[in-house]
């Protein structure tokens, strides 16, 4: 299957005093590298949504790009807005979608996404889930839902949660919690790894 990878960088990193946290340094190497070293050897393509700092995320792939101005400072979906449009993305036959402050995604994650979707093969996106708790924001679903969020931002929703349930998204299980760990915080740069 032809995969491509969406990084979400585009957000205002406020828990983190306003730094784009995409470019924040963990054990010598930006938030972002960690993730793209992640998933590079799992997917044939990446992209970056950026709102700042462009030509940062441009050294590390070609195809960066921020929010359509009309969905500008609306969260993460505006990412998956302003993606529906993008030709190279529409071309995948799945889209994984991870956030860039989540440095320890699992090595087989997309794997993991494809066997799901082998066994359910009516299902169009899927997310992660621990026994703990649920990771919306690491998504695996069809490229051909991305407009299906315009509509659902543009009626004054925001949730990813909620986006995906309107797709009737389902939970893909996976073992540990500490892979899926948001680094939203100085404090929680102390979390040991995966």
């Known amino acids: 299957m032809n995969v491509s990878a969406l990084i979400l960088a585009g957000g205002e990193g406020r828990r983190m005093s306003g730094r784009d946290k995409g470019l924040i340094?963990?054990?010598?190497?930006?938030?972002?590298?960690h993730v793209i070293g992640r998933i590079r050897p799992q997917v044939g393509h990446i992209a970056i949504s950026a709102n700042r700092n462009l030509e940062e995320y441009a050294a590390r792939s070609a195809h960066v790009f921020a929010d359509a101005?009309?969905?500008?400072g609306l969260g993460p979906l505006a990412a998956l807005c302003t993606s529906a449009s993008d030709i190279q993305?529409?071309?995948a036959d799945w889209l994984l979608v991870v956030p860039?402050?989540?440095l320890y995604l699992p090595e087989n994650l997309v794997q993991v996404f494809q066997a799901a979707a082998q066994r359910s093969p009516l299902c169009s996106a899927f997310y992660a889930q621990t026994d703990n708790q649920q990771h919306y924001s690491v998504m695996f679903f069809r490229p051909q839902l991305l407009p299906s969020s315009i509509a659902y931002l543009n009626a004054g929703m925001r949730t990813i949660r909620g986006w995906l349930q309107q797709q009737r998204a389902r939970s893909?299980?996976?073992?540990?919690?500490a892979c899926f760990a948001n680094y939203n915080s100085p404090q929680d740069m102390d979390t040991p790894p995966c």
């Open 25 to 33: 340094e963990w054990q010598g190497r930006a938030f972002v590298d």
């Open 69 to 72: 101005r009309q969905w500008q």
């Open 89 to 91: 993305l529409a071309k």
């Open 100 to 102: 860039c402050d989540t």
């Open 172 to 177: 893909v299980q996976f073992a540990a919690d």
